[in-house]
């Protein structure tokens, strides 16, 4: 109802069930992200079960029919993230299949997560105007993004079909993009990066570009 991303929510419900909302304390919310998540770090316990469940009650807490929720994260360590660079994903995309190859240069050049490129159709895509609907997962709205030439050349030569309806880059899912992937990388010989680490290529290429924090943000 709030128009918010729902993946995280069925593991969520099913955990709480009946549970009353007076009952669901900060630290019960704490012990249920240990419980659904075991083995997993302090950002995926935050991310897919204190956050889910902290908004279902707020967003009930803001019509007036409980009270607001505030739960403490977990710490996350700042790990310093190593971004992809131009040539890097060059040389993965001449390792890759062409759509794989294309997946990597449409996250470096538009700045686009993983889960929202592997979402895009080609109704979404226009190579004539060098643009692409983006639908941001996060915060659930939509944006523009502008195509370079490279990247539009990419996408292409990608054989496949070009319905409407169809993916662009033929995965189903983000998690049917890694074995793919990790072939890829190890045939090119390039250091092992994730597919966030376009992304992260993305906003550190646009700062050495020139541009201002505020716009790289935004795009």
């Known amino acids: 109802q709030a128009g918010k991303p729902t993946r995280f929510l069925a593991r969520v419900e099913d955990h709480w069930q009946d549970t009353l909302v007076r009952d669901i304390t900060d630290r019960a919310v704490r012990a249920a992200a240990i419980a659904l998540y075991p ?55 001449a390792h890759a299949s062409p759509h794989l190859g294309a997946l990597a240069l449409f996250m470096f050049g538009t700045g686009a997560r993983i889960g929202e490129a592997v979402e895009l159709t ?23 993004a502008h195509l370079p030439p490279r990247l539009v050349a990419a996408l292409s030569n990608i054989p496949s079909n070009r319905g409407p309806d169809d993916r662009v880059f033929r995965y189903l899912g983000r998690e049917n993009v890694r074995k793919a992937w990790d072939a890829a990388i190890k045939r ?7 597919p966030h680490a376009c992304r992260h290529g993305f906003a550190t290429a646009a700062l050495h570009a020139g541009l201002d924090v505020k716009t790289v943000a935004e795009r």
């Open 39 to 93: 083995g997993t770090g302090p950002a995926t316990r935050n991310r897919q079960a204190i956050v889910p469940t902290q908004a279902v009650i707020n967003y009930a807490a803001d019509n007036g029919w409980c009270s607001h929720l505030k739960v403490k994260r977990f710490p996350v360590p700042k790990a310093i993230k190593t971004p992809a660079t131009r040539e890097w994903c060059e040389t993965f995309a």
């Open 122 to 144: 080609w109704s979404s895509v226009d190579l004539n105007a060098r643009t692409a609907l983006v639908r941001q997962t996060k915060t659930g709205r939509e944006r523009i």
């Open 188 to 194: 090119a010989g390039i250091a092992h990066l994730s």
